[in-house]
């Protein structure tokens, strides 16, 4: 083993070498190739002066300049290159890799040893210094099974022997420990991990992923992956990591734009923000569902709590407008279409069609109806003498110059423009349909005068075609906290995207009035021909033995029989039945008890209670748009706690009703406990 060891030093010093040489070397030649390109940029603009003369010249012109567009191409082209290798080396220096594999090919003699880290690295392509956890052989390590074994590649699949599964616990080029480990182990290098002061910004897990967290990770097949995991068995970290591989795998089809993570609140998304750039990833847009629907309206606007968004789905494409269902189209005080002309156009588009068809159909009508207007004022004398009237600035604005139109054609097109600018909110109120009446509509649907904000956004979307075509990827976490409705909407949004969901059915503890199952989910992805795949993880990564056996308690029975536990048990936590004026004594005593270094959270039931606390026991007040201090102890309420993680907990139980709500009353509970990994205090006031 000793001898292991040493061989593996020496291993890493080479690596962490050739990662500085190469960081050297490459800012050098960043340099001189930049350098290089203003030289030649500056030569050539000296040389290749514009000549237009004459035919002959002109061929020359354009040869020299395409030759030199070419040569600043190369300078680009390398100019990119050098600075991924370089992004490369920086990332993998303070950590060039967490694991070795040694593989053994039927048809070749030896056994050859892989390293595994954040990103791939090598100076020439046959000879990898670190291979990428995301490439098809670290699949290998994260399978975690010793002996004969297969990977897939190209869609092949390649048996090997896995002889050797050695992890690293390393920084720079210091190498601490080495574990070579098989199934029959824990894994060491995750119970140390584990271990570690919780922080304020969430890390990635790319070195100890779980055999159950990568098959969810790299999972490609369904349309839909359905992931219900218990608090606190990395339901967030997998979503994050698998946003990571799936830029990896399709780097040449799908940018971070193609992907979009809907969060709880901003809090939460604070965060998670570091973990992908860790891995060298962009981050996708990251939003609450809440932002995601302001793009659709206001939900201030609207009373009426329950949707109807089936009942919507069934009518709408057979519904026919009447004339309450337009709004007149007026520009600057004159009518450009009353709503009975609307209607008579909208009569015109083919009834076979469906509404949304017959929708845009209409709008092309109307826009030619403007645009035709457009083109016969153009010809006229008075409009024409208008344009003398423009100032350079108005010009400039109108048509990005100044201009002296002398011909006719040149004065009508001028015209047009001009006609098209002045026009151009109109031309907009039409292409945004606002000639719809959408609460009349909505109203003709459902028989209601009071909307509800989702029904209303739904007819919008439908009607005026305004879902998002170009997402690819849609990670939807804490799921649980979702209607079916909302999904449905979604669904329909984002008509081209693969899904993953992740949540946690006892993590449900908004005060809504129909709570959903999973199978509901299941169900509701199956009816709307998207294929789903359902996936438990039961077990429990953030808390402490005893912990988690107490929070599992306000699960169910069968979950209880389920965990897996992989922390010690840890010191066990506290329940104390107090009374209202012990609270503040009784508070300062538990938090003496946690170090500066840390985290802590202190949960109460009420933001009011929050905001009280916090300012008796000079603590900070975390609220949902705020950022997570680095280490020290916030109070928050249990809505703004969730999602999040403390080394230590306090919990109040101040309102008898909030814990013991038939429905939410366990869930609640279930969520403040499980954010706590170390210490957890429960006081009750009676
Ligand atoms: N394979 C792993 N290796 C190291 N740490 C892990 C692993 N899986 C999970 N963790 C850690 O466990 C903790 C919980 O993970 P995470 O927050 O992703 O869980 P969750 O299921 O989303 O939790 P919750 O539903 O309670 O919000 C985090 O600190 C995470 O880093």
């Given at each position: 083993m000793d001898n292991i060891f040493e061989l593996e030093k020496s291993h890493l010093?080479?690596?962490y070498q050739e990662l500085t040489d190469t960081l050297n070397s490459v800012q050098k030649l960043l340099s001189d190739n930049s350098n290089d390109a203003r030289k030649f940029k500056t030569q050539s603009g000296h040389d290749n002066a514009l000549n237009f003369d004459s035919y002959a010249d002109n061929l020359d012109t354009f040869a020299s300049m395409e030759t030199m567009n070419k040569q600043i191409d190369y300078f680009n082209s390398k100019q990119n290159q050098l600075e991924t290798i370089k992004e490369k080396a920086i990332q993998l220096l303070p950590n060039p890799y967490f694991a070795r594999i040694d593989i053994k090919y039927s048809d070749e003699p030896e056994v050859i040893p892989f390293y595994i880290g954040s990103t791939g690295f090598s100076k020439v392509p046959e000879d990898p210094l670190v291979i990428d956890w995301r490439s098809p052989i670290a699949d290998l390590y994260y399978n975690n099974q010793l002996g004969k074994t297969f990977y897939q590649a190209n869609k092949q699949k390649i048996s090997v022997e896995l002889i050797t599964r050695r992890q690293f616990l390393l920084h720079d080029n210091i190498l601490q420990d080495i574990f070579d480990t098989d199934v029959a182990i824990q894994d060491p290098l995750l119970v140390k991990t584990l271990q570690e002061n919780k922080n304020n910004q969430m890390s990635s897990?790319?070195?100890?992923?779980q055999k159950e967290q990568n098959l969810i990770i790299r999972d490609e097949d369904p349309s839909a992956l359905l992931v219900n995991g218990?608090?606190?068995?990395?339901?967030?970290?997998?979503?994050?990591?698998?946003?990571?591989y799936l830029l990896y795998r399709h780097r040449n089809s799908l940018i971070a734009e193609d992907v979009l993570l809907l969060t709880p609140n901003s809090l939460f998304t604070s965060y998670i923000n570091e973990v992908l750039p860790s891995l060298g990833e962009d981050t996708p847009s990251q939003m609450t569902f809440e932002k995601f629907m302001q793009n659709f309206?206001?939900?201030?606007?609207?009373?009426?709590?329950?949707?109807?968004?089936?009942?919507i789905n069934n009518k709408i494409n057979d519904l026919n407008l009447s004339i309450d269902d337009f709004c007149k189209l007026e520009f600057k005080q004159e009518s450009i279409f009353t709503n009975q002309q609307l209607l008579k156009l909208f009569n015109k588009t083919p009834k076979s069609l469906t509404l949304t068809k017959r929708i845009t159909a209409l709008t092309e009508l109307i826009?030619?109806?403007?645009?035709?207007?457009?083109?016969?004022?153009?010809?006229?004398?008075?409009i024409q003498a208008k344009l003398d009237d423009l100032t350079d600035g108005e010009q400039n604005n109108i048509f990005g110059?100044?201009?002296?139109?002398?011909?006719?054609?040149e004065i009508i097109q001028a015209t047009k423009k001009l006609l098209h600018w002045q026009y151009r909110n109109l031309i907009r109120q039409i292409k945004q349909k606002d000639w719809l009446n959408i609460p009349q509509i909505l109203n003709n649907i459902l028989g209601t005068e009071e909307e509800n904000f989702l029904d209303y956004c739904f007819v919008k979307l439908k009607l005026l075609n305004l879902s998002r075509r170009n997402l690819k990827f849609i990670m939807v976490d804490e799921v649980q906290d979702y209607t079916l409705d909302e999904l449905f909407f979604l669904i329909t949004a984002i008509p081209n995207a693969k899904w993953t969901l992740v949540g946690d059915e006892f993590q449900s503890i908004k005060n809504i009035k129909t709570s959903i199952t999973f199978n509901d989910l299941e169900d509701l992805f199956k009816q709307n021909q998207i294929s789903v795949k359902q996936i438990n993880l039961y077990t429990s990564y953030r808390s402490s033995g005893n912990i988690t056996r107490l929070f599992t308690k306000f699960g169910s029975k069968k979950l209880a029989n389920n965990i897996k536990i992989i922390q010690s048990n840890g010191s066990k936590p506290q329940e104390l039945s107090i009374t209202s004026n012990e609270l503040i004594h009784t508070l300062k005593r538990q938090l003496s008890q946690f170090k500066s270094n840390e985290l802590s959270a202190v949960i109460t039931t009420h933001s009011k209670k929050a905001e009280e606390l916090a300012s008796a026991l000079k603590i900070n007040l975390l609220k949902s748009n705020s950022t997570l201090p680095k280490s020290g102890t916030s109070i928050m309420p249990l809505i703004t706690a969730k999602g999040l993680e403390f080394d230590n907990v306090i919990v109040i139980n101040d309102d008898k009703l909030y814990y013991s709500d038939t429905r939410l009353g366990n869930n609640r509970m279930y969520t403040a406990?499980?954010?706590?990994?170390?210490?957890?205090?429960?006081?009750?006031?009676?």
């Open positions: 010093s080479i690596t897990i790319t070195a100890t992923i218990i608090a606190g068995s990395g339901k967030t970290s997998v979503v994050l990591q698998r946003i990571a309206g206001n939900r201030e606007n609207f009373k009426n709590k329950r949707s109807h968004l089936r009942i826009l030619n109806i403007v645009t035709d207007k457009i083109r016969r004022l153009s010809l006229d004398p008075d110059k100044v201009i002296s139109p002398t011909s006719e054609l406990l499980s954010r706590a990994s170390k210490k957890l205090f429960i006081n009750t006031i009676n």
